[in-house]
Each structure stands twice: as C-alpha cells, then as structure tokens.
C-alpha cells in the first residue's frame, strides 16, 4: 500500500465511495493537501484502498462537485484554489433585508409539502433517492415588486420539525437560521430567460432576464437545505465589499 502525507485511510463508515471522500476531504480540510496539491490518480488511490476505480472516482466526482477539487484531463485532479471574494455571498433573510433598505416586505408561501426526493435533489442533498425532504415554493415581494421566487428542499433527517413549521406566517430563510447552525454553504450563480410559468410567478415578461442563485447549506458533512432563488434582473443587486489579500 503506497503512503501519502496524512491519514488517507478509511473510517469504517458508510459507503467506501463516501470513507475514500471524507478521507482525502481530511487532508485538504486540514492543510497537508494545500491548494493546487496533486491528488494521487484514481489507479494508485483504487489500489491504495483496495476497491474498484468507479468507486473512487464517484468520490472524486462529488468533490468536484462540492468545489473542493479539479479535475483537468491528462494532468489529473487537484485542490481546488479558495474562491476568490467577490464569489463570496452573504446568507441573506429577505424579511429582514428588504426593511433595513426601507421598503416594505411582503411574502407568500404557495406550496409547503413533504414529498420523496428524487433522484436529482436527493444526490445534491447526499440523501437516499425517495428520502423525504420538506418542499417550498415562496415569493418574497418589495413594496409590491417580487424580488425573488424561492424553491427549497429541507432535509427531514436533519430538521424533522420542518414538516411541522407553518411556512406561511415565518420565512424559511428566517426558520432555518434561527434552528439550526451552519457551518458551510455553497453558492451557484447563473443567469436565465424566464419562460412563461416563471414569468407569471414574477410578473415579468417572457423572456425577460434572471439571477439564479443555487444555495447550498450544510452542517459538518451533512447538507440542510438546497435552494433555488429566482430574482427578475433589474430587481435585485448583490454586492461583496472585500480588501486585497482577503
């Protein structure tokens, strides 16, 4: 067995893929795999941990997508560098932000139900295809205006009481802060034309642009919730103030 700086063993616990993730999560999470550090290629890791390469490259796969690694074809994967600043984006509870900027909040809850995940959200909430997960959709308005169209996805296993929360009096943003801490979250910003459902849900005109942020929170290794935020274009504006060297 080939020996690495660190502990690049397995814990017992769970699925190999997700043993052989934590472990080489434990070396770049404690420095000994700095930024830009080369991760052993999935031959000498599959040896290493005696087990087949699609089960380490799975690992690999969900650290990719978790941002902590890069994989580049032909040079291998690597630690990914720390996201610079300006992608760096605050937890924001609409309920109170719209107010602090002197504007009246308003907000709607059109669907809060508990539902089996499906295939999709149950592996970006690292459950088990059909676990249940509360389902919201919200709209969160500003003097009238809809600034954001929320879809969330809250893991039952973590916060059972979601089920039992009436979301039409109380925020999900403002219940989740207040029940649980977080330790990590994970930011996805993309861009959209809206279709004609989801110009309607915003009183925009079909085709008009969107700013999609995909948030998602976790607790340890374990993610909370998953999150959809929808914002017309010209309605909503994200800032980051950050110094050199931050």
Known sequence: MREWAGDL??????????????????????????PRHRIPAEAELAAHFGTARMTVNRALRELTEDGLIIRRRRTGSFVAPPPSPSAMLEIVDMSTAIPARGQTYGYQCLTDETVAASSERAAR??????????????????????????????????????ARQD???????????????????????????????????????????????ERRTFHNEAVVTLARLTHPGDRHVMTERFRPGE
């Not at 459950?127 to 996805?153: M, S």
């Not at 999900?172 to 861009?191: C, D, I, N, Q, R």
């Not at 809206?194 to 700013?211: S, V, Y």
């Open 9 to 34: 063993s397995l814990d017992g616990s769970g699925p190999v893929y997700d043993q052989i993730r934590r472990a080489i999560l434990g070396n770049i999470r404690s420095g000994i795999w700095p």
């Open 125 to 162: 909430l690292r459950l088990a295809p059909g676990a249940p997960v509360q389902h919201l959709v919200c709209l969160h308005t500003a003097d009238g205006d809809v600034v954001e169209l929320e879809e969330r996805w809250i893991n039952l296993a973590l916060l059972p009481a979601a």
């Open 167 to 213: 979301f039409t009096t109380t925020t999900p943003g403002a219940w989740l802060l207040a029940a649980t801490p977080w330790t990590a979250a994970e930011h996805t910003v993309s861009a959209i034309n809206a279709d004609t459902r989801l110009a309607k849900r915003l009183n925009i005109e079909p085709g008009d642009a969107c700013l999609v942020l």
